[in-house]
């Protein structure tokens, strides 16, 4: 095994299968995905939509154990946003079950891996079953050293703005913060994301080049990378090519 290769709490990290030593040193920290094209993916194999998504949850699983592979320290992933509820009742019923199936199964494996689980977005419309499992798996992985990956369920960008400044409105209301106070570091400590970094690269497969209320607050200086590729395509070599990408460019953050 070379220098780059190296086990985290048994976990084998392999980056160096991927990535020269160079490129390891400068590896994104934090990588979020919008996981788009099941449907399509689907309907160009004459499949129901929800079969995509079954194959999309696969792609996700697989994602996840990449991501930790390579020694990426933040893996958000957008798996049903605010305006998903608009879909067809049945659709929403197979991503709602296949999010169960893959909790219940991440309860046994998670320590093993030693990824964390966290979740984004507002859980309050979940059901019962799946809120209880949300927060199994939260407290059961919350030592988990290795991977975080935050899932992002009833999730919106504006909501999550909205709330923070919200919140901000009442410590303001009840004269625990001044309003000259509130600043960018302040509104981000009300924020899902609270004390974990930007994503320094968002990955959009599916054709489609847009944000979709996803990370709004978080993505101010990110790198996107997007693909023709539909959700469930995306295998190692298309998350290296993304990668790749990413190291190529010239992060300047606003400077020159
Ligand atoms: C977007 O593709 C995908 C979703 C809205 C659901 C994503 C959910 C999963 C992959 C399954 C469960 C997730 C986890 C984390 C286990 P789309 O349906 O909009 O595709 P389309 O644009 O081709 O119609």
């Not at 390579?70 to 709602?96: C, D, H, L, Q």
């Not at 999550?160 to 400044?165: D, M, Y």
């Not at 023709?228 to 998350?239: R, Y």
Request: glycine share 6%.
């Amino acid at each position: 095994m070379c220098a780059a290769s190296y086990a985290v709490m048994g976990v084998i990290m392999s980056a160096d299968r991927y990535f020269t030593e160079d490129e390891i040193q400068r590896l994104p920290v934090h990588i979020a995905a919008i996981m788009d094209g099941n449907g399509r993916w689907a309907k160009a194999r004459l499949l129901p939509r929800t079969a995509g998504h079954r194959v999309g949850s696969e792609t996700f699983r697989r994602a996840a154990e990449f991501m930790s592979e390579i020694g990426v320290r933040y893996f958000t992933v957008y798996a049903f946003s605010t305006e998903n509820w608009k879909r067809p009742p049945e659709e929403v019923g197979v991503i709602m079950e296949l999010l169960e199936k893959y909790l219940n199964e991440s309860v046994s494996s998670m320590a093993e891996k030693n990824i964390r689980l966290n979740f984004f977005g507002d859980l309050s419309r979940l059901s019962l079953r799946l809120l209880a499992l949300v927060e199994k798996t939260r407290k059961i992985s919350e030592n988990c050293t290795g991977l975080c990956v935050n899932v992002c369920l009833n999730y919106g960008g504006r909501q999550e703005i909205v709330r923070a400044a919200r919140a901000a409105a009442e410590e303001a209301l009840a004269g625990r913060v001044c309003p000259e106070n509130i600043d960018e570091n302040y509104l981000s400590s009300f924020m899902y994301s609270k004390g974990i970094p930007d994503p320094d690269l968002i990955i959009r497969p599916g054709r489609e080049v847009r944000i979709s209320n996803f990370l709004l607050w978080q993505c101010a200086y990110s790198e996107f990378y997007f693909t023709d590729k539909m959700w469930p395509e995306m295998d190692e070599t298309e998350f290296v090519k993304a990668i790749k990408s990413y190291l190529d460019r010239n992060r300047r953050f606003g400077g020159i």
